[in-house]
């Protein structure tokens, strides 16, 4: 069931300086209150008269003037712009481009890793490392958005964007949630493909600092590109690459359907070579703590230090003020008119 939201409700004010146009009115308001009408009688007119029967009150006479307060209010308010999902968002000339490279290749269903006690595949802890890596860079804790943009980048034997660069955490990590093991037609390990993917991604955005981080369990056995040259690639654009090899460095054997079959250890030299081109680092994982803890230490050298900042994420709610405002200012003046007219 889709949520109503109360018009009347906001977050913040686009001006919030407009409030003191509330002085004029709070005057007026109290000019009207205590001064009379020197040489004129305060009457109905004759047919109010003849509905009403009676002689107007004096707190009755009272309502245009508060109709009219009421109304004038509410436009000053719709003046101060309320806003709704005002979010800050930090200036772009501080903050990090960041490409995730994660390997979903068959030998990522290795379950040689445990998670609260629990055997789990090289892929599903990568994933948990990966939301805590997002989760980290967040602005606020329980916000949505982060200061980073942060895209995702899949391979096997082919490379591909899961996520493009957002800074929608959100849509982030329901993309990485939604990532799974390459199908059978498209097994191998293409890091060279997926390093210059991402590579191609970075040297199109505007940002000062950029950041490939890059996870395999194998060797590169697949694409025309070679991870060394790929490497080079991110150097000439300026772009660090983190490598994580995730596993053992020796050969391990897998269950593919009822056949043992033997994965390619990590080429660790290769990994290290990448990421000492480009100014990066090279981290081996070969259980849960030691993955995560790659992940956070990358997150922790590459710190974005914010001192400026604008704003985004937000719709304008000034509408129900100007309506209703108005609407009350124009009542205050048909109420005074038709039953509370000043005749001379």
Not at 35 to 42: E, F, I, M, N
Request: with cysteine; net charge neutral.
């Amino acid at each position: 069931m889709r949520q109503l939201i109360d018009p009347f409700i906001f977050g913040s004010l686009g001006h919030p300086w407009a409030l003191l146009l509330m002085i004029p009115v709070v005057l007026l308001g109290l000019f009207e209150a205590f001064s009379g009408a020197p040489g004129a009688v305060t009457i109905s007119t004759g047919s109010a008269l003849a509905r009403l029967g009676a002689r107007v009150s004096r707190s009755w006479r009272a309502v245009p003037a508060g109709l009219r307060m009421l109304g004038l209010s509410l436009l000053v308010l719709a003046m101060a712009c309320p806003l709704n999902g005002y979010q800050v968002r930090k200036d772009r000339s501080g903050v990090i481009d960041i490409m995730l490279c994660v390997d979903v290749s068959g030998s990522m269903q290795q379950a040689d890793f445990v998670m609260d006690g629990v055997p789990r595949d090289r892929l599903y802890v990568t994933k948990q490392a990966v939301r805590n890596f997002i989760d980290s860079r967040r602005e606020r804790q329980t916000g949505r958005f982060g200061v980073d943009r942060v895209g995702l980048v899949l391979f096997s034997g082919i490379a591909w964007t899961q996520c493009p660069l957002t800074l929608d955490y959100d849509i982030l990590e329901k993309a990485v949630e939604d990532s799974t093991f390459a199908p059978q037609s498209k097994q191998g390990t293409a890091i060279g493909s997926a390093l210059g993917l991402a590579v191609r991604r970075l040297s199109q955005t505007e940002a000062k600092s950029k950041v490939v981080v890059l996870l395999s369990d194998g060797r590169n056995n697949r694409g025309e590109l070679d991870p060394l040259t790929a490497a080079d690639l991110a150097k000439e654009y300026n772009i660090r690459v983190y490598t994580i090899g995730a596993g053992s460095p020796q050969p391990t054997t897998i269950q593919n359907g009822i056949f043992p079959v033997e994965s390619e250890p990590i080429d660790e030299d290769m990994l290290k070579k990448v990421a000492g081109t480009t100014g990066g680092r090279y981290y081996l994982a070969t259980d849960t703590a030691a993955l995560i803890g790659a992940y956070k230490e990358i997150n922790a050298l590459e710190t974005t230090e914010i001192d400026l900042g604008d704003y985004y994420e937000f719709k304008e709610a000034f509408m129900p003020y100007l309506i209703l405002g108005a609407l009350l200012t124009v009542l205050s003046v048909i109420v005074r008119r038709s039953a509370f007219e000043v005749v001379p």
